[in-house]
């Protein structure tokens, strides 16, 4: 073969391949007359079923107008309602735990050594994180996982070579941006029916593992609040088996019920 040829199958390679990753692809990817609305949304639906327990290591933090904290924590989550988050560091609250369930949380500060248990309500959750998510939201936001609205979007588009559906709920607009490579929303919006956003939500850094898909880093932002929750993972199981949600309170830890 002559320099002359082999220069040309190169160019014709590194063509070929610049064109396999080009917006071509993702257009092809998320071609919304080719694949519905219902296609993508069993597809979602199909991914978040799938996953059923994870463990990990890493960061979580969180920032308001009037106080910040991070901490290092070990998790063990089973779906529907399960979290078991020992702490180390500040966190606002120093080392700990916390045990969440859809009947029951406990959280203990060993900078403190007190105790906080009730039901998780919206004012219990908000004084273990000072941010306003719901039980299922605080799920979704460790697995990265966004439960779609049962019902008919009111848009369905592509957008930046994700699927984009469109749902009004409750007054409100929820948006989903989903990934056509994981079949995960990367991506989640709420607004008012002014076009006010208060909720957004962006995941990002995606492992999979036998077939299943989870984000080791995902923001929660509430801008009309200027509140921020940041989770990032180092380490990250899916289906994991095995896991421990047994927890210990220390004898002489005060009591504060909520």
């Excluded at 219902?38 to 920032?63: C, K, N, P, Y």
């Excluded at 007190?114 to 039980?135: C, E, K, M, N």
């Excluded at 079949?183 to 607004?191: A, I, K, P, Q």
């Excluded at 999979?208 to 609040?225: I, K, M, N, Y």
Aim: aromatic fraction near 10%; charged fraction near 20%; include cysteine.
């Amino acid at each position: 073969m002559t320099w002359k040829a082999l220069r040309l199958g190169l160019l014709l390679g590194i063509g070929a391949a610049m064109y396999s990753c080009s917006p071509h692809t993702a257009a092809l990817l998320t071609d919304v007359n080719a694949t519905s609305a219902a296609v993508v949304a069993g597809r979602v639906r199909h991914r978040e079923a799938d996953l059923a327990s994870m463990a990990g290591r890493g960061s979580v933090s969180f920032e308001t107008p009037d106080r910040a904290g991070s901490a290092f924590f070990d998790l063990s989550l089973k779906k529907p309602d399960s979290l078991l988050m020992t702490f180390e560091g500040p966190f606002g609250i120093g080392g700990g735990f916390l045990f969440l369930s859809r009947g029951k949380f406990v959280m203990y500060s060993s900078m403190d050594n007190r105790v906080i248990s009730g039901v998780p309500g919206p004012a219990a959750i908000r004084a273990v994180i000072p941010v306003d998510l719901t039980f299922d939201q605080i799920m979704d936001a460790f697995t990265g996982g966004f439960v779609l609205p049962d019902s008919v979007p009111l848009r369905y588009t592509a957008d930046d070579g994700k699927f984009l559906l469109v749902y009004r709920v409750g007054g409100l607009t929820h948006s989903y941006w989903i990934d056509p490579e994981y079949d995960l929303v990367v991506r989640y919006e709420v607004r008012t029916e002014a076009g006010d956003m208060i909720l957004e939500v962006e995941s990002s850094q995606m492992v999979t593992q036998g077939g299943l898909s989870a984000p080791r880093h995902v923001r929660v932002d509430f801008p009309d609040e200027g509140k921020r929750l940041s989770i990032h993972f180092t380490s990250l199981e899916l289906n994991a088996g095995d896991l421990s949600f047994e927890y210990t309170v220390p004898a002489g830890a005060h009591s504060s019920p909520r």
